[in-house]
């Protein structure tokens, strides 16, 4: 590796990106922490400092995956007038932990950008769902990043459960590590630590609730990201709204994401269209053209529901597939609220990544 690169190893540069990209000589390299819309927390060898996109960059590319996620590495500027950076290149990405955009627009969704382990979460308590297990795993491997399964909240279940958890995953024929753990008792807390190397990237993904920030917070060691302190309630909400990479003692890096509603899974709006087709003919019968079949006057769907044509429990699934595949996209109060939020979040990352 070339000689003013070996400070961003720990970053997880490495000879492949060096390979891959024809980089000047006075280019300067950076990760991207954090991102919203065009504005980025950036993380080099000297520390971390805000950037924006640069107009050229914006102007030529129009594609979401064409613009950096965190976990990309990007050439910038530093020195800009406005105390911010400025991006003026996406450098080639070796992973991609992406979802396919609705419809047939060839466009993806990038979650996160050069993963090399995918850690998918799911909830011993109320959440585990090899269905939908198996849908991360396409995504992930898609991606070509690493899977791992890990089970939450183990202190909820009796041992049986967990047991059999364990082994329907195992009959399903899944090969990447199974780890289980509770943020209660810590237990397995260390088997999960133990696994995490310096410079390798680890994203944490999963449903809302199944304890993503709860677990990172464990493994910095302090409050550092928001979790949901009321249990039982806020349904639908998520706590944690923007995915950010955070640097460990021991040198792992990690992704917190928002629970997976507002992702979806790969192309899987698509497969819920093609599986519903029923339900589908009739909405094109309800009043509104944007209608959520939920209790709107005129909805043709209910309506087919409530006469009996269309069977209850079909039409449930229905909505509860929606739901997961990210279907039910953010209100504009959210992410309104989303907007406020991230200059607080930019000014406290900053705090948190320079002591680092
Ligand atoms: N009993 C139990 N509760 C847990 C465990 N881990 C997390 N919780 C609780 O579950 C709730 C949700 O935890 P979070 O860490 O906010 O969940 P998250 O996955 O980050 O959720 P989003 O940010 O919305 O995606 C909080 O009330 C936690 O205290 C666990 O292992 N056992
Ligand atoms: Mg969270
Ligand atoms: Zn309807």
């Given at each position: 590796?070339?000689?003013r690169?070996?400070?961003?190893a720990?970053?997880?540069?490495n000879?492949?990106?060096?390979?891959?990209?024809?980089?000047?000589?006075?280019d300067t390299?950076?990760?991207?922490?954090?991102?919203d819309?065009?504005l980025?927390?950036?993380m080099?060898?000297?520390?971390?400092?805000?950037?924006?996109?640069?107009?050229?960059?914006?102007?030529?590319?129009?594609?979401s995956?064409e613009?950096p996620?965190?976990?990309?590495?990007v050439?910038?500027?530093?020195?800009?007038?406005d105390?911010?950076?400025l991006?003026?290149?996406?450098?080639e990405r070796r992973?991609?932990?992406r979802?396919?955009?609705?419809?047939?627009?060839p466009?993806?969704q990038?979650?996160?950008?050069n993963?090399?382990?995918?850690?998918?979460?799911q909830s011993c308590?109320?959440?585990?769902n090899l269905?939908?297990?198996?849908r991360?795993?396409?995504?992930?491997?898609?991606?070509?990043?690493?899977?791992?399964?890990?089970?939450?909240?183990?202190?909820?279940v009796?041992?049986?459960?967990?047991?059999?958890?364990?082994a329907e995953?195992r009959?399903?024929?899944?090969?990447?590590?199974?780890?289980t753990?509770?943020?209660?008792?810590?237990?397995g807390?260390?088997d999960l630590?133990?696994?995490?190397?310096?410079?390798?990237?680890?994203?944490f993904?999963g449903?809302s609730?199944?304890?993503?920030s709860?677990?990172i917070?464990?493994?910095?060691g302090?409050?550092?990201?928001?979790?949901?302190?009321?249990?039982?309630?806020?349904e639908?909400k998520h706590?944690?709204?923007?995915?950010?990479l955070?640097?460990?003692?021991?040198?792992a890096l990690?992704?917190?994401?928002?629970?997976m509603?507002?992702?979806?899974?790969?192309?899987?709006?698509r497969?819920?269209?093609?599986s519903?087709?029923?339900?589908?003919?009739?909405?094109?019968?309800?009043?509104y053209?944007?209608c959520?079949h939920?209790?709107?006057?005129?909805?043709?769907?209910?309506?087919?529901?409530?006469?009996?044509v269309l069977?209850?429990?079909?039409?449930?699934?229905?909505?509860k597939?929606?739901?997961?595949?990210g279907?039910?996209?953010?209100s504009?109060?959210?992410?309104?609220?989303?907007?406020?939020?991230?200059?607080?979040?930019?000014?406290?990352?900053?705090?948190?990544?320079?002591?680092w």
């Amino acid at each position: 590796m070339e000689n003013r690169y070996i400070d961003l190893a720990r970053l997880g540069w490495n000879e492949w990106f060096e390979e891959r990209n024809n980089l000047e000589p006075a280019d300067t390299v950076a990760r991207v922490a954090a991102v919203d819309r065009d504005l980025l927390l950036l993380m080099d060898q000297s520390g971390t400092f805000r950037a924006k996109l640069a107009g050229s960059y914006l102007y030529r590319h129009h594609l979401s995956q064409e613009l950096p996620c965190v976990g990309d590495w990007v050439c910038a500027d530093k020195q800009s007038t406005d105390d911010f950076g400025l991006v003026h290149k996406l450098l080639e990405r070796r992973t991609a932990l992406r979802r396919k955009s609705a419809g047939d627009s060839p466009d993806y969704q990038m979650i996160a950008a050069n993963v090399d382990y995918v850690i998918i979460v799911q909830s011993c308590h109320y959440d585990f769902n090899l269905k939908r297990l198996e849908r991360y795993l396409v995504m992930v491997r898609d991606g070509g990043a690493d899977p791992c399964v890990l089970l939450t909240k183990t202190d909820l279940v009796a041992p049986d459960v967990l047991a059999s958890q364990q082994a329907e995953i195992r009959a399903a024929g899944v090969t990447a590590p199974v780890l289980t753990l509770s943020n209660v008792t810590q237990e397995g807390i260390d088997d999960l630590e133990g696994m995490l190397l310096p410079a390798k990237t680890y994203c944490f993904v999963g449903s809302s609730g199944v304890g993503k920030s709860t677990l990172i917070n464990q493994l910095i060691g302090r409050e550092m990201l928001q979790t949901n302190g009321v249990s039982g309630t806020g349904e639908g909400k998520h706590t944690t709204v923007r995915r950010e990479l955070i640097i460990l003692e021991g040198g792992a890096l990690v992704i917190d994401t928002p629970g997976m509603r507002e992702f979806g899974i790969l192309g899987a709006e698509r497969g819920i269209d093609s599986s519903f087709s029923d339900i589908i003919g009739f909405a094109s019968d309800c009043r509104y053209r944007n209608c959520s079949h939920t209790g709107e006057p005129g909805c043709a769907v209910l309506e087919a529901v409530n006469s009996g044509v269309l069977r209850q429990e079909h039409y449930d699934n229905y909505h509860k597939l929606r739901e997961e595949s990210g279907f039910y996209q953010m209100s504009d109060v959210e992410k309104r609220k989303k907007d406020r939020d991230f200059g607080k979040f930019i000014k406290s990352a900053k705090k948190d990544l320079e002591k680092w």
